[in-house]
Structures are given as structure tokens and as C-alpha cells.
């Protein structure tokens, strides 16, 4: 079983800043080399929503919502992904999940989400 465990949540006001960070964890010890790493988020009353991917081989999309203030980061080498999320305005207050896509094997694992608030 793949284990994925986020931490980083908090409150902040507007303007600031949070890094998100996400683990994926087997018993095997498997390193996750491959697959997709993505960040999403889910606000009340909204759908869940695409906010960041980043490919085995680097390629990276952002919505269009959060380009240029936000960047995802993959380490394989210590299975993690990373979403640093700068500019923050009181629109990305939402629970954020990351997942990882092994689309080779046809697999995805969720995060168990974690808080994000922006507010003065």
C-alpha cells in the first residue's frame, strides 16, 4: 500500500507565504521515480481543482489562477513533492491534496489534504 502524508497547512495573510510538502511511503520501499505528482485544492462549495503537475521528466503546468506565484517540485530521491505558494491571496483558501499518478501501472494515491487559510 502507497501512503502519501502532507504537512505545511496554516493561516497566513494575504501576501504571504507557505510550502506545502507531500511523502509517498511503501512498505517495499519503492522510490517513485516515475508517475506524475500533482497539487490540488478544494474550497467550500467548489470542486475540487487542478492547481499544479509536475512529470517524471520535469514538464510543469500551473492553473492559470496561481501561475507565477506558485511552484511545484518533485524529489525522487526522497519520494516527496513540494508546493511553495507565494503571493497568497485570500481566493486560494482551500484544502489542498496532493496525488501522485502512476499512470504506468494505473494507480493514483491522495493525500489526506491539508488547510490552507489566507485572511487579514
Known amino acids: 500500500q502507497v501512503h502519501l502524508v502532507e504537512s505545511g497547512g496554516g493561516s497566513v495573510q494575504p501576501g504571504g507565504s507557505l510550502r506545502l510538502s507531500c511523502a509517498a511511503s511503501?512498505?517495499?520501499?519503492?522510490?517513485?521515480?516515475?508517475?506524475?505528482w500533482g497539487w490540488f485544492r478544494q474550497a467550500p462549495g467548489s470542486e475540487r481543482e487542478m492547481v499544479a503537475t509536475v512529470t517524471s521528466s520535469g514538464n510543469t503546468n500551473y492553473a492559470d489562477s496561481v501561475k507565477g506565484r506558485f511552484t511545484i517540485s518533485r524529489d525522487n530521491a526522497k519520494n516527496t513533492v513540494a508546493l511553495q505558494m507565494n503571493a497568497l491571496k485570500s481566493e486560494d483558501t482551500a484544502v489542498y491534496y496532493c496525488?501522485?499518478?502512476?499512470?504506468?501501472?494505473?494507480?493514483?494515491?491522495w493525500g489526506q489534504g491539508t488547510q490552507v487559510t489566507v485572511s487579514s
Open positions: 511503501a512498505a517495499s520501499g519503492y522510490i517513485f521515480s516515475g508517475g506524475v
Open positions: 496525488n501522485l499518478w502512476r499512470y504506468a501501472k494505473g494507480s493514483y494515491y
